[in-house]
C-alpha cells in the first residue's frame, strides 16, 4: 500500500523560513516530489529528490531521507505570494500526491 | 502557461447524465494522466497512457473510462454521473512513461446537480 503524511495546515511570517514535512511509506520508490498549488489553480513543479540529501533551487529547497521515508520542503524568506498548498508526492509506477498543507503568510 | 490544456473549463450537469473531458499534452509528451480532486482532498490518481496504452491505473471507478488517441489526445469519460462526482479533474502530462515531473492543465470543474 501507499501512504504519504503531511501536515494539514501551517502559518507562518512574511520573511521567515517554513519547513514543510513529508512522511510516506510505498511500495515502490523513483522518486519524491514537491508541487506548489494556488488554490483553484493547476499543480506546478517545485522539486524532485530521488538521492538522500538536500537540493537547493533559489529561495526552496527540498531533503530527502529514503532510510527514514523522510521528506521536507523548506521555504526561505517567505512572501505573501507563498501562501498556497504545497504538496507532497511520490513516484512509483505512477505519481501519488498526498493532501498537502495548506500554507498562509501574514504580513 | 504549462502547454497543456483541457476542455472545457466548467461543466455543469444533471445526476445520471454523461460527460467527456478533453486533454490535448504539451507538444512531445507521451504520457497523459488524469487525477481527481474533489473539495478539500488531495489530488486521486485515476489513470496514466503512455503513447496510445493504458500504463497505470489508481481507484478509477468502474463508471468512469479513459483513452489516449493516436495524436495522443486523451479523453475522459464520465458515466451514470452521481452528487459526489463533482469535482476538479487535471490532466497533466509528461515525456517519458515513469512518474517525474508532471505538467498540469488548468482542469475541468464538474459540478454534478
Known amino acids: 500500500g501507499q501512504n504519504i503524511d503531511q501536515p494539514t495546515e501551517m502559518t507562518a511570517t512574511e520573511g521567515a523560513i517554513v519547513q514543510i514535512n513529508c512522511t510516506y511509506q510505498?511500495?515502490?520508490?523513483?522518486?519524491l516530489f514537491w508541487y506548489q498549488q494556488h488554490a483553484g489553480e493547476a499543480p506546478t513543479f517545485l522539486s524532485y529528490?530521488?538521492?538522500?540529501g538536500l537540493e537547493e533551487k533559489g529561495r526552496f529547497s527540498s531533503f530527502l531521507s529514503r532510510s527514514k521515508g523522510y521528506s521536507y520542503l523548506l521555504l526561505k524568506e517567505l512572501q505573501m505570494k507563498d501562501s498556497a498548498s504545497y504538496l507532497c508526492?511520490?513516484?512509483?509506477?505512477?505519481?501519488?500526491f498526498g493532501t498537502g498543507t495548506r500554507l498562509q503568510v501574514f504580513p | 502557461d504549462s502547454g497543456v490544456t483541457q476542455t472545457p473549463k466548467h461543466l455543469i450537469t444533471a445526476t445520471g447524465q454523461r460527460v467527456t473531458l478533453r486533454c490535448s499534452p504539451r507538444?512531445?509528451?507521451?504520457?497523459v494522466y488524469w487525477y481527481q480532486q474533489s473539495l478539500d482532498q488531495g489530488l486521486q490518481f485515476l489513470i496514466q497512457?503512455?503513447?496510445?496504452?493504458?500504463?497505470a491505473k489508481g481507484n478509477i471507478l468502474e463508471r468512469f473510462s479513459a483513452q489516449q488517441f493516436p495524436d495522443l489526445h486523451s479523453e475522459l469519460n464520465l458515466s451514470s454521473l452521481e452528487l459526489g462526482d463533482s469535482a476538479l479533474y487535471f490532466c497533466?502530462?509528461?515525456?517519458?512513461?515513469?512518474?517525474?515531473?508532471?505538467?498540469f492543465g488548468e482542469g475541468s470543474r464538474l459540478t454534478v446537480l
Open positions: 497533466a502530462s509528461s515525456v517519458g512513461g515513469s512518474s517525474g515531473e508532471l505538467f
Open positions: 510505498t511500495s515502490g520508490f523513483n522518486g
Open positions: 529528490n530521488v538521492l538522500d
Open positions: 508526492a511520490v513516484g512509483d509506477d505512477k505519481l501519488i
Open positions: 507538444s512531445g509528451d507521451l504520457s
Open positions: 497512457y503512455y503513447n496510445g496504452e493504458e500504463r
